[in-house]
């Protein structure tokens, strides 16, 4: 397994809760700490960047032996000898797709000849039980920087310096609740930064770099309060760029009553999901399915939002093979009403119902 770069909509995706639980894990089987002393280490670490959401970026910037080894000690946990450098080398192969058991909910790290690393697939090495299942496939991507579609394992778009840039929570959220987002259901960064590279703010800009700093300080592409920041990302999400082959989802028809779906299978599922169910009612749709706790255990609880969720959601469901008859049988049996987009939205899927 190769360690790979994360990408700006990688980086700045929070971290899950049952998947937060599963680091601090990771921190106590590499380093031996117990109780709240992983917690405490973490909280060293993150400094005053506690009051922030805990991303994935963040998580990776981590991902530094002298760091963990120095904010542990200040934290008063010491003498952990050579444990930071093997928990380092765990940290940087935790990506957002990497999946967690889904039995004992932890990361699957193994220990073989002093060596530790991650399993990607297989059976779950903690409980015996879980089943790992690898990430997708990572695809072609459009990198912001040039706008031109690029293989993953290219990195030339990536984070500069170490990897880490951070981004105003007037922006995070301003993405969130505009929902400028991706087909799988995060926050789409990377077309907003295409957007202040390339777009009508992109003479603000002498370089790259700059770009990446003001996604942390909106005031340097104009934007003095959340209402400017909003206005941009409203603009960056009816911006197309020219080359583009990714854009922003389109709003869903929320204050209508028909839903007329639109798009890929797997966005038209997802908008449908958003416009039909709140997320308790999504929640319960997936538990009432069959092995429903299961797969209610690999999501997270929904405080990303609706738009967040959905995708989620259907980004779960097509990992699992789960789009299938069963599941329109019971979107249909809980949205009678919406009969004629759900039949519209299966037939897309390929499921007959
Ligand atoms: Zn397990």
Redesign the pocket.
């Known amino acids: 397994m190769a360690i790979r770069e994360l990408s700006p909509n990688e980086a700045t995706t929070p971290v899950p809760d049952v998947k937060r639980r599963a680091v601090l894990m990771v921190f106590d089987l590499v380093l031996l700490t117990q109780g709240d002393e992983a917690q405490r280490i973490v909280d060293q670490i993150r400094g005053r960047r506690r009051a922030l959401p805990f991303t994935f970026g963040e998580l990776r910037n981590m991902a530094d032996a002298g760091k963990i080894a120095n904010q542990a000690a200040a934290a008063g946990v010491e003498d952990l000898g050579e444990a930071p450098t093997d928990l380092a080398r765990v940290l940087r192969y935790i990506t957002p797709d990497l999946a967690i058991?889904e039995?004992?909910h932890?990361y699957p790290i193994v220990e073989m000849g002093g060596v530790v690393s991650l399993l990607t697939e297989g059976r779950?090495p903690?409980?015996g039980?879980?089943l790992i299942t690898a990430p997708k496939q990572a695809e072609p991507y459009v990198a912001w920087t040039t706008l031109e579609t690029v293989s993953p394992s290219q990195t030339h778009d990536r984070l500069a310096g170490n990897g880490f840039f951070s981004i105003a929570p007037s922006v995070q959220s301003a993405l969130e609740e505009e929902g400028l987002m991706t087909e799988d259901g995060v926050i789409n960064v990377a077309h907003f930064l295409a957007f202040l590279a390339h777009g009508p703010v992109a003479d603000r800009f002498r370089g790259m770099d700059e770009v990446l700093v003001a996604l942390g300080n909106p005031a340097a592409f104009g934007a003095r309060d959340s209402v400017s920041v909003r206005a941009a990302v409203r603009q960056a999400k009816a911006w197309t760029p020219r080359t583009a082959t990714t854009v922003a989802s389109v709003a869903t028809s929320h204050g209508s009553d028909e839903f007329v779906p639109s798009g890929t299978p797997f966005k038209q599922l997802a908008e449908l999901l958003e416009v039909c169910f709140s997320i308790d009612e999504l929640q319960r749709l997936i538990g009432s399915l069959s092995s429903g706790m299961n797969l209610l255990r690999s999501l997270s609880d929904g405080r990303s939002g609706p738009h967040v969720f959905s995708g989620e959601v259907t980004s779960m469901l097509e990992r699992r093979g789960r789009i299938d008859t069963e599941l329109f049988t019971a979107i249909l049996r809980d949205r009678p009403r919406q009969s004629a987009a759900i039949r519209k939205v299966a037939s897309a899927c390929g499921v007959s119902i």
């Open positions: 058991c039995v004992c932890k779950c903690h409980c039980e879980g």
